[in-house]
């Protein structure tokens, strides 16, 4: 009795930490995402440019990539929610100075400023996931978790639109998730979800792995290449979508904003199904390849054969809504299992450093989507690159299918 008391206790505080897991990465992605979908409003109202849009989104994802990749070795140093505590306050604080500043112009520096504190909100939530689940289960965790950045881009334009109808105030766009962020952050801060003593870990040089090893495994770079090319289908979306559909298809923001909607209930889905998927496959011997990189394969040709359509479709509402939520489903599927077949191709100890290297790839990607294509002439200029770059990542991750093996199953 007293044994079976134990679990149910664990099994109530495993659901509490992971919820606060899924609310805080929601509200990282809230915190960084609507300066994407508040753009259009400043655009339209001669506040903002599409060069300024571009050059934020490229800012943001250097500091970000550079944030994940300190992240991801702070996390052998700090134990994980003080990392993540530290990245949501702030988060929120910037957020708040923006909305206070009221200037638009400051909002690419900003945001600059602001992927520093977000490549500290992920890294610390892969470790105590991989640290709390074992291998069986968390493939769901991980899939289940990261799922929550498209439920924040899906509620993100709906809340932006609402307060712009009914307020035409910018600044509460980025107010309102920045005091939230401070109160979530507190909130994490008294987590009892401490895994291994990290100082200890850290300073066992038998767990600590030489970077030259890693950057000599092939497999990782290959991996790393595919994630740079996956973020630049992934970012692109983001920054260009909405004004793919209000430019070149003439649709409106309100219109636009629903089919970006579709787009992320398809990530949401793909997201939560990849891992389930590659978890049913593991416990299997269907493929003698690693389940995640055949899923991501699967996903990532999906995004390719979702980019044509959006491309050649230009009215109607159900054929492009559908194309958006299959290129959602694609991208957000595959991007839910790379940081995982990552730390599983190589030993648990050299995981955070195979995390960091293809977590910068992977913003090298996210770069090359901001502000480089906006000095293309149009935008489905930008849409034929972002095909392109599908087009090269399935190839890659069908390569991948057969010579990647999965090491790490350590519990």
């Known amino acids: 009795n007293e044994y079976k008391s134990y679990l149910r206790m664990a099994n109530v505080a495993d659901v509490y930490i992971y919820g606060m897991l899924y609310v805080s990465y929601f509200m990282s992605y809230i915190s960084r995402k609507n300066i994407l979908y508040v753009a259009p409003y400043l655009i339209k109202e001669d506040k903002f440019t599409k060069v300024q849009l571009g050059f934020a989104q490229s800012l943001f994802g250097f500091s970000y990539g550079f944030s994940k990749v300190t992240g991801n070795m702070l996390c052998d140093w700090i134990k994980p929610k003080n990392l993540l505590t530290s990245g949501l306050i702030v988060l929120g604080l910037i957020n708040i100075f923006a909305g206070v500043a009221d200037n638009p112009t400051f909002l690419p520096y900003l945001w600059a400023v602001n992927g520093l504190a977000c490549g500290m909100c992920w890294p610390p939530i892969g470790k105590m996931i991989v640290t709390r689940a074992s291998f069986q289960n968390r493939g769901k965790l991980w899939s289940l978790i990261s799922s929550s950045m498209n439920t924040a881009s899906a509620v993100c334009p709906l809340l932006i639109s609402l307060n712009m109808s009914q307020t035409s105030k910018w600044n509460n766009v980025f107010l309102v998730p920045g005091f939230i962020d401070i109160i979530l952050g507190l909130l994490v801060y008294n987590l009892k979800a401490d895994g291994p003593d990290q100082k200890k870990r850290s300073t066992d040089n038998e767990a600590r792995a030489p970077l030259r ?5 092939k497999n990782v770079m ?3 290449m ?8 992934i970012i692109g979306m983001a920054t260009w979508g909405q004004l793919l559909y209000i430019e070149e298809h003439e649709y409106t923001i309100s219109e636009a904003a629903k089919l970006l909607v579709t787009y992320e209930l398809g990530g949401f889905i793909g997201a939560t199904s990849s891992g389930i998927v590659s978890d049913v496959i593991s416990k299997t011997s269907i493929i003698a390849c690693s389940p995640r990189s055949f899923v991501s394969f ?5 995004v390719l054969v979702a980019c044509l359509v959006i491309m050649n479709t230009s009215s109607g509402f159900w054929i492009p809504s559908f194309a958006s939520f ?6 957000f599927g595959a991007t839910a299992m790379y940081g995982l077949m990552g730390r599983e191709l190589v030993r648990y100890s050299e995981g955070d450093v195979v995390s960091s290297i293809i977590n910068f790839s992977s913003q090298i990607g996210g770069f090359c989507a901001g502000l480089p294509l906006s000095y293309l002439s149009s935008i489905s200029a930008s849409f034929a690159v972002i095909t392109g770059a599908a087009m090269l990542c399935s190839s890659i991750l069908f390569v991948l299918c057969f010579i990647l093996k999965t090491k790490n199953k350590v519990e």
Do not use: P
């Not at 595919?226 to 289908?233: D, E, S, V």
């Open 298 to 302: 699967i996903d990532s040709t999906l």
């Open 326 to 331: 299959i290129y959602g489903f694609g991208c």
């Open 213 to 217: 090893s890693v950057l000599t495994n």
């Open 222 to 224: 290959i991996l790393s």
């Open 226 to 233: 595919a994630y740079a090319l996956h973020t630049f289908c």
